[in-house]
């Protein structure tokens, strides 16, 4: 029987070659698992996570992976496989990594994505996260990653860091707007999936203390469709987790697809893609504060930054606590809940090391941080207050001042 990984490869080998529909006929005819082609044809009909065959402790009185997930996505069936509940499962990836026998794995949403980008009469963007510098090569720029991507036939790609930007632009001014006493606190609302999912399933008693910020993988493609209506998008980063994002009814609208860097590599390898012999094609508009997103702590540096230059003689000033990780990140917040903290400004990251640590990363997380810090260095504006690209765009979206930001934000602004 054709295993996964076989269907898998050939059918995203056949797609890059544009021999989609004859490789799926010959495998028609073939012995493979339908559930497995069911899956890869129609990834948005499932999970983020993907149980590939029956599982070896079917006859344990509890999964590891039942132990690890916070959210109550996994149950048994029948026979004691585990199911993966699709309205509750965030892609934390927890249960994968417990697995013991690999019988589950990430979705894969590349076949229905590149079938929109062969046959899309709108523009297709790719919506790059900022964790991707030097993901897929220390040798591959921003430039020449944005070639490879028009060469598969994407009309550009764009940096979510610009829109980090944005959204770090916000939650300064809605700290300046909330945090009034010395006991005010603030929880960061933009960036990681699985923080907020924890925030609002775990400890939703304090969700009156987060501002309402999109992540900026939705104010990246809000804000596409606002300038190109029938565009598509596609956000590619190191997160399963941003795939049950995607999928919120508030933020479906903005994200038609979402890809990993371990997915667009195999797209790069099939479609025989050098990307470090590609011509450059520079576009650089995001500043420090936006780069640094991609990093734990990066997220409180930015806005705290962008606090102190917005304004600089602000009494009560950003005091962030970080953590990384959910067990981390639950000790944080219990930390919070018990009086044992005294920040105001506090930013979890559901993986360690923050995205550059995601579960679908190419390198190691420790390479990711060093090289985001990099990026973040090389960039020509600290904060995106001093980013004419952010006032610019901001214009052309509609915003008249920077403070209509919180006066009137509907594209970069979530109801909780």
Not at 119 to 130: D, L
Not at 147 to 169: N, Q
Not at 172 to 196: G, Y
Not at 357 to 384: C, D, Q, S
Request: hydrophobic share 40%; with cysteine.
């Amino acid at each position: 029987m054709t295993t996964f990984n076989e269907l898998y490869n050939r059918l995203v080998k056949a797609s890059v070659e544009h021999k989609g529909p004859q490789e799926l006929e010959k495998i028609r005819q073939e012995e493979f698992d339908p559930h497995h082609l069911d899956c890869l044809l129609n990834p948005d009909q499932y999970a983020p996570v993907w149980r590939l065959g029956e599982c070896s402790c079917s006859d344990s009185p509890q999964a590891p992976c039942e132990g690890k997930c916070i959210f109550d996505a996994i149950s048994r069936d029948e026979k004691g496989n585990v199911q993966i509940n699709k309205d509750l499962c965030t892609g934390c990836s927890a249960c994968i990594e417990s697995c013991s026998a690999k019988k589950l794995t990430a979705s894969r949403d590349i076949l229905p994505a590149l079938a929109a980008v062969q046959s899309s009469k709108a523009p297709v963007y790719a919506m790059i996260a900022p964790a991707f510098i030097s993901q897929f090569s220390a040798d591959v720029t921003p430039g020449k990653l944005r070639t490879a991507f028009k060469r598969l036939g994407f009309a550009g790609m764009l940096e979510v860091a610009l829109f980090a930007d944005i959204l770090t632009l916000k939650e300064a001014l809605e700290f300046n707007k909330n945090i009034v006493k010395e006991s005010d606190f603030q929880l960061t609302s933009c960036c990681c999936p699985i923080w907020i999912a924890m925030i609002r399933k775990v400890y939703h008693e304090l969700m009156p203390h987060v501002p309402g910020s999109v992540s900026p993988m939705a104010a990246c493609g809000r804000a596409i469709k606002q300038l190109y209506p029938d565009a598509v998008t596609i956000f590619i980063g190191p997160c399963i987790a941003k795939k049950a994002e995607a999928r919120e009814p508030d933020i479906a609208s903005s994200t038609d697809f979402v890809l990993t860097f371990q997915e667009m590599q195999d797209v790069f390898e099939f479609a025989k893609i050098n990307l470090a012999e590609l011509p450059e094609d520079e576009r650089d508009h995001s500043s420090r504060a936006g780069r640094i997103y991609a990093r734990s702590g990066g997220v409180s540096e930015a806005v705290q930054s962008t606090v102190k230059r917005i304004s600089p003689d602000r009494k009560i000033t950003v005091r962030a606590s970080q953590a990384d990780g959910v067990p981390a990140c639950k000790a944080m917040i219990n930390n919070l809940l018990e009086g044992k903290s005294n920040a105001n400004f506090l930013e979890g990251m559901g993986c360690v090391g923050g995205c550059v640590g995601g579960p679908k990363a190419l390198i190691p997380r420790e390479e990711g941080r060093v090289n985001v810090n990099k990026y973040g260095e090389e960039a020509a504006y600290p904060t995106p207050i001093d980013n004419p690209y952010v006032i610019e765009l901001l214009h052309r979206l509609g915003f008249e001042t920077v403070e209509s930001l919180i006066e009137n934000s509907d594209i970069f602004t979530r109801q909780f």
